[in-house]
């Protein structure tokens, strides 16, 4: 194959990920050079097949971030395919780079309501959570080959969310329309020992804290010197929170 | 012509269906594995996979070579291809004739390549690389597609006869897609049939998918949702295909509705009375098509 075809490759991929191209602007506008020929209204729905496989993949992993960003949606949706083309067929990476897309947004525009951030942060958790139990391939936190047996570390399946408020009802059976509270609120996202998904629950801080220093693999007498902190340790094992080393 | 023997019938695996396709083994000869599931999937999801091999035969298929696209192949990626294809001790690797992605975009869905003499001499140098590098058989799976190059110049069939005599692959025929491409393109899908060789399709594809009714267009346009019942008109082509072909394996693909399980069993049950009527002979005469071109 020559170079030009790989150009009308990326010169096709560019315009079927484009929202010209996806919402069905094409009407007066001209397709890139290298398309001519091709009917665009194919192109159209070529864009739409792929668009609404991709958009299945994020909006099941933010479906109440979807439900709560109402009508902003679809101009929000419009904005995010030309800001954020795909890159990788995985949910979890269409997912992240949504959530990216919206943190950025929300920093120009703050979000409405206020807490819609903890609620979006809360489904990538559940979602990165849920990728991880499933055990895919590690990202990030290689293992370190100088760690010895019996060293703990945060298990790599579990998300820390320190919250501005308190989005925990939303999460529960038939709590989509929950108001949560403003106030600090430790959160771990994790699938709880005898779970099949992802659970929100609340940590006290000091666990919290704990929890977010363990991000290495660490000699387990640092923590466990007394008999009270011994039990903490073997407690957040026993829960699948902390991860021992074999 | 009557068939002497049947190929395998079974599904395409899906995790979600998953409790659902062990505790039902009985019913398929076969299942099809996502080689791409085996080597992105979690743990849990590998184990699962691999804890059916040596239950029943199973099949291997791949969603993320993108031969198609104008650069090198990842030999890395096709090395634990191999890897998965042997523990799943499978009989063939198959792929889409197709293109996904470019660097630094990934569209995850199949898009056509223009059909020419000059793709096909690459396609065919790529495959070769595909079969030194994976130990069985490589089968290529013809896609749909909803429009195409304006420099093509070959016909669906010819490109593939090119590129499958040439690179010694074989024909994993998706007969809903030469269905789909028929009715939304204008050709006759028999005339597609008629001109594969004799012993060129080795296994085959079924699915059925949904009519969108498009005001642009001004006529409907057949789309490969893989998430409803196989169209009448699709086994008609499949009983016609095994008059002249004889597929190691049939399998039913469903990725959509996957709830409707009684669709998927009723749709198995299909596949095989039109097996069991080439067998028998009893293939219908074609359909009058109204070819387009």
């Not at chain 2, 596949?271 to 080439?278: F, G, L, P, S, V």
Request: hydrophobic share 45%; charged share 25%; with cysteine.
């Amino acid at each position: 194959m020559t170079d030009r075809l790989l150009q009308r490759q990326a010169s096709l991929l560019a315009y079927l990920t484009s929202a010209a191209a996806i919402f069905g602007e094409h009407a007066g506008a001209s397709v890139p050079r290298p398309l001519r020929g091709i009917e665009p209204h194919l192109l159209h729905l070529e864009a739409q097949f792929s668009y609404d496989k991709r958009m299945a993949k994020i909006a099941g992993a933010f479906p109440r971030t979807f439900a709560m960003l109402g009508d902003d949606l679809d101009a929000l949706l419009r904005e995010f395919v030309d800001a954020c083309p795909p890159v990788d067929i995985s949910r979890i990476v269409n997912a992240r780079q949504f959530h990216d897309f919206l943190v950025a947004r929300w920093r120009r525009s703050p979000p409405e309501p206020a807490y819609l951030p903890e609620v979006a942060a809360c489904e990538l958790a559940c979602g990165s959570v849920h990728t991880a139990h499933d055990g895919a391939p590690a990202q990030g936190a290689p293992l370190d080959p100088g760690a010895p047996a019996g060293s703990i570390r945060r298990h790599s399946g579990v998300v820390l969310l320190r919250c501005a408020y308190d989005v925990r009802p939303i999460f529960e059976d038939g709590g989509e329309d929950a108001e949560p509270v403003a106030r600090d609120t430790p959160l771990v996202v994790a699938v709880p020992v005898g779970h099949s998904g992802p659970r929100v629950a609340e940590l006290p801080p000091v666990v919290f804290d704990l929890l977010a220093s363990l991000d290495e693999w660490t000699d387990p007498s640092a923590f466990a010197d007394t008999a009270e902190a011994e039990e903490l340790l073997l407690d957040l094992i026993d829960h699948g929170l902390v991860e021992v080393r074999a | 012509m009557t068939i002497t023997s049947g190929p395998a019938v079974g599904i395409g695996y899906r995790e979600i269906i998953g409790d659902w396709t062990r505790a039902n083994l009985d019913r398929f000869d076969v299942l099809e594995i996502t080689v791409d599931h085996c080597i992105y999937g979690g743990e849990a999801q590998r184990a699962a996979i691999f804890d059916l091999a040596g239950r029943l035969p199973l099949t291997a298929h791949g969603i993320g070579l993108s031969i198609g696209t104008d650069v090198p192949l990842d030999l890395a990626y096709l090395d634990r291809v191999a890897e998965i294809v042997e523990r799943l001790a499978a009989p063939a690797y198959s792929e889409h004739l197709a293109f996904t992605r470019v660097p630094g975009r990934d569209l995850a869905n199949l898009l056509p390549l223009p059909k020419t003499e000059a793709v096909a001499e690459a396609i065919i140098a790529k495959v070769r690389t595909v079969k030194s590098r994976v130990p069985v058989p490589f089968l290529l799976e013809n896609i749909t597609y909803a429009f195409d190059w304006p420099d093509s110049n070959l016909s669906d069939a010819e490109f593939l006869n090119l590129i499958c005599r040439e690179s010694g692959a074989g024909l994993l025929l998706d007969i809903e897609n030469l269905h789909l491409n028929a009715t939304n393109h204008g050709f006759d899908p028999y005339a597609f049939l008629d001109a594969l060789p004799a012993g060129l399709v080795q296994e085959v594809h079924l699915a059925g998918g949904v009519t969108l009714q498009d005001e642009v267009l001004g006529r409907p346009f057949l789309s490969d949702s893989h998430s409803h019942p196989t169209p009448d008109a699709a086994l008609d082509l499949l009983g016609h295909m095994l008059t002249r072909q004889q597929p190691a394996a049939i399998i039913l693909e469903r990725d959509d509705r996957l709830d409707a399980v009684d669709e998927i069993l009723d749709d198995i049950g299909r596949i095989r009375a039109r097996i069991a009527a080439a067998r028998s002979g009893q293939v219908h005469d074609r359909p009058i098509v109204a070819a387009a071109g």
